[in-house]
């Protein structure tokens, strides 16, 4: 094994991994150090998104949402189903399947770029020194010309309820409960919350989220994250808001968890309990004393916007560094810092980086609230039509929800652009494109939409900012 690269990565999760993938493509003799042993006991790349996050949880919200169909939501189109049985064991297997495919094809994708994958631990040492100590064997230094840490995030810890992965599970322990919890309670009423609360919720489970503030989903724009808040209540998940948990006791197989709402002091017994109150930046044992590296007052690595910390040639990406903690966006850091290391111009636009919660409906969003908006100063308008006005919605059966535009009214240019509704994680993209594009509102108002389509509430939504919309009645709001 050789001991000198011109990049060395420290973590292969879609930050690490696809930053060492495009090293590679650009001819940079390329390293990639990542630790995981996956529930296979075998070494895994992918990081936290493909072995315990993004793909797990969607492969358990998709089969979670067919079975709810099969139960109930087919009745409405005419099809009766008696007795659908689920069947945990082998859905949970088809999730672990889906892992493992993905991530062994990453293993493939290194092959095919010659991209060494060094399994074990890496510690960044001063001077571009990398320390090594593989799964088996003796640590080793190493040298690279630039150095990327990409180790991405691990759950936050709340002393009032101590993860044991048994009853107390956070997110990873939430993917393989052995049988549905009667009664499930949740932690945090954010994305993950949310994501697995519906996934247990439409398996079977009676699922009471606590949330900490009294707001819910305080980053998403007020309109859609109250239409939201209406349809996941009526799906039947108990949010309560304002809902501050103050101790937790595990009894037997079930937990007592104690809280303070408007109320005053609350109880209530869970057979599961999910603590979901955020993700911190990993940087245990990633950085020796001389490593030179500075954090940030919230412990992210500081960087720069092109992901320059403050010793030249070492970079840091993904849940590592500011900024929303997703895997797309730790992909394009990874992409952009490939190509910064080669000299090339490059930037992410983090105006443009769309947020999804993949419930059902989904809520997605990208650029600015109407909230944010306001409180800026500039002149602005907004479009908000209803899923319920389209016939494409109509026919699948899925009305609830909006799109939503916000606009400069002075230079017409998108804002933001908001979604609860079927497919909003497709539908938002149309908005990272004509945001990208620096798009107006009378540009997408001028474009023609395939019909039927659900993409024609996006048109909708455009042309109601200028009170334009065909299929709803709006009404001039006077100046
Ligand atoms: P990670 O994916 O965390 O990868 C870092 C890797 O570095 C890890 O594998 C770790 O083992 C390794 N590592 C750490 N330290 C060392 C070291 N010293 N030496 C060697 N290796 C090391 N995001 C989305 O965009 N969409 C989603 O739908 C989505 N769903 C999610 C669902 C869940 C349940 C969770 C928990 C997260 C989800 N996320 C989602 C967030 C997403 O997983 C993260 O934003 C993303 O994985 C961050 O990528 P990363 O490369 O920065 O870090
Ligand atoms: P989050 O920040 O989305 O939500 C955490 C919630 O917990 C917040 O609403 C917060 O107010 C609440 N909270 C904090 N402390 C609390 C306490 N003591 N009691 C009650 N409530 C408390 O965090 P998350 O849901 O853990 O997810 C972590 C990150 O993972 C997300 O920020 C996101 O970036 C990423 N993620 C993304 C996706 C996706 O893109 N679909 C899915 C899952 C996770």
Redesign the pocket.
Known sequence: MSDNYDVII???????YVAAIRCAQLGLNTAC????INKQDEPAL????L????IP??ALLDSSWKYHETESALADHGIKIKGADLDLETMLKRKDTIVKNLTGGIAQLFKANKVTWLQ????LKSGKQVEFQPLDGDTQTLQAEHVIL????V?VDIPVASVDQKVIVD?TGA?DFDKVPKRLGVIGAG??GL??GSVWGRLGSEVVVLEAVDDFLPAVDKQIAKDAQKQFTKQGLDIRLGARVTGSEVKKDQVVVNFTDKGGEQEETFDRLIVAVG?RP?TE??LSQDAGVSLDERNYIYVDSQCRTDVPGVYA????VRGP??????IEEGVMVAEVIMGESTQVNYDAVPG?I?THPEVAWVGKTEEEVKDSGDAYKTGAVPFAANGRAMAAGETGGMVKFVADEKTDRILGMHVVGPQASELIQQGVIAMEFGATVEDLQLMVFGHPSLSETVHEAALATDFKAIHVAQRRRKK
């Open positions: 420290i973590g292969g999760g879609p930050g690490g150090i990542e630790k995981r992918g990081g936290t998104c072995n315990v996050g993004c949880s969607k074990g631990t890496g510690q990409a180790a991405g995030s759950p997110s993917l994305v993950i994501e697995l993700r990993y044992g990633l990406i993904g849940d590592l903690a997703l895997a797309h966006k730790a999804v993949y």
